[in-house]
């Protein structure tokens, strides 16, 4: 059995996290994400919050640095089973370089990371993912003028075919769509692409 590495990208309030969880379920696969919760991981969090102000470029080196830890048990897992990782190398095309970090430093520092199968994007209304994320905690990345640039560097990045994966891309706009719904859509794209 040739086991899948599934990626899942999208602005926040995309449902990401539901979707890649409920696909991992599904497929019996192993889910994890980015930035993970390695020692790493923390450092990052902290920065996300704001505690703790970091150099752009550091930044960025820290996701690599996390990424790189990240890889080598993704491939081990890859072994016995499918991967879907919420967030992954295009995180960092997309969030770094909109704070200005070139993105061949980034595509550098990051050449170990191994390419996925295929990216689902999720896509979705700013209004409502500002909607969907309510009241929780915002982090630095998450206000309006942000999530209309991030939306935006995503598609760039997409229609470029930076990195792009085997299989290529799954884009699904989530607006208005039941969380059933876009579950079913994501299986059927990649039924149709012959990854499942
Ligand atoms: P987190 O709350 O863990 O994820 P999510 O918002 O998907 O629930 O925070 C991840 C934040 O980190 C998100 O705003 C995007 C950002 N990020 C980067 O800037 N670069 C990266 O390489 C990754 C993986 C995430």
Known sequence: MNYKFIVFEGIDGS???TQSKMLSNKIK?????????GDIGKVI???LSGKRAYRKETLALLFAADRM???PIIKEMLKNK??????????SMVYQSIQGVELDFIININKFSIRPDVLIFLDVDIEESI??????DKEIFENREMLELVSKKYYEIIKNKVFEPKYGYIIID???????DVHNE???????KGIL
Request: hydrophobic residues 25%; charged residues 35%; positive net charge.
């Open 15 to 17: 449902g990401k996290t």
């Open 29 to 37: 696969g192993v889910y994890t994400y980015e930035p993970t919760e």
């Open 45 to 47: 969090r902290g920065a």
């Open 69 to 71: 830890e990240h890889v």
């Open 82 to 91: 499918h991967v879907v990782c919420d967030r992954y190398l295009y995180s």
């Open 131 to 136: 909607n969907r994320m309510g009241k929780r």
């Open 174 to 180: 989530t607006s208005k769509k039941t969380i059933e």
């Open 186 to 192: 994501i299986i059927e794209n990649l039924r149709d």
